[in-house]
């Protein structure tokens, strides 16, 4: 299972003595952007793809961290087409048994991918940490510490890397060194207006931001929650 894409909306403006003659463009895949003859600006959200939980095993996985989220008005273009590329969720932990492979059982979440338009770039959230000492990856939004003994790293991933303003994202929580047990929960992922909550009980993802771009508020690029002690992976991401 993968976290969702991330995804582009921009409103295309064509420069008029009224603002009726505007067109809504959605991505959620890859594609090309045709602009109206005459555009100079655009309104714009970028939304990069969500990062995986980690697999905790005995302890709690993090959360994945959202994808960046970065929206704007009146940014320069020039057409007559704009590629535009669409950052994919990243998938769940897997690979060998090997503890020291990255992406290995009980390891990190893969992050997720970056989502491009014109010259704004939206990172992929940051993978949550697994069962073998991984700290949280940052990205767009970091991705859950895990919960493990003392003294593996418990740390969130930073949101918000690399850095742009406004920001694109949020940290995500801390995990908690502890012995195994129930309730013992790594960190959630980050989201693109808050933090992830640490663990060992709460770890809730971070919270998405609203955005009216479409037209009526929708709420986008929340974070996931980290697992608690020998459970999968819950922390996929809404990139």
Avoid: C
């Avoid at 009216?212 to 608690?228: K, L, M």
């Amino acid at each position: 299972m993968a976290s969702l894409n991330g995804g582009v909306v921009g409103v295309d403006n064509q420069p008029t003595s009224t603002t009726t003659d505007e067109t809504i463009t959605t991505f959620n895949s890859s594609g090309t952007l045709t602009l109206q003859a005459g555009t100079v600006t655009v309104d714009y959200l970028v939304v990069a793809g969500g990062g995986a939980g980690g697999r905790g095993g005995y302890f709690g996985g993090g959360g994945g961290g959202a994808g960046g989220h970065r929206s704007g008005s009146s940014l320069p273009v020039s057409g007559p087409t704009i590629p535009v590329t669409v950052g994919a969720g990243g998938t769940g932990p897997g690979g060998g048994p090997n503890p020291n492979v990255p992406w290995g059982p009980y390891n990190a979440g893969i992050p997720g991918s970056d989502s491009v338009f014109s010259s704004i770039t939206s990172t992929g959230g940051g993978g949550g940490a697994g069962y073998y000492g991984n700290s949280g990856f940052d990205g767009g939004s970091g991705g859950g510490g895990v919960a493990g003994p003392t003294p593996y790293p418990i740390a969130g991933g930073s949101g918000n890397t690399p850095p742009v303003s406004p920001s694109q994202g949020s940290d995500g929580g801390d995990g908690v060194n502890a012995p195994t047990g129930p309730g013992k929960r790594g960190g959630g992922g980050g989201g693109s207006s808050s933090a992830g909550a640490d663990g060992p009980t709460s770890a809730d993802g971070g919270n998405g931001t609203a955005n009216s771009i479409t037209g009526s508020p929708v709420t986008r690029a929340g974070g996931g929650g980290g697992s608690g002690s020998g459970q999968p992976a819950r922390g996929y991401a809404d990139g």
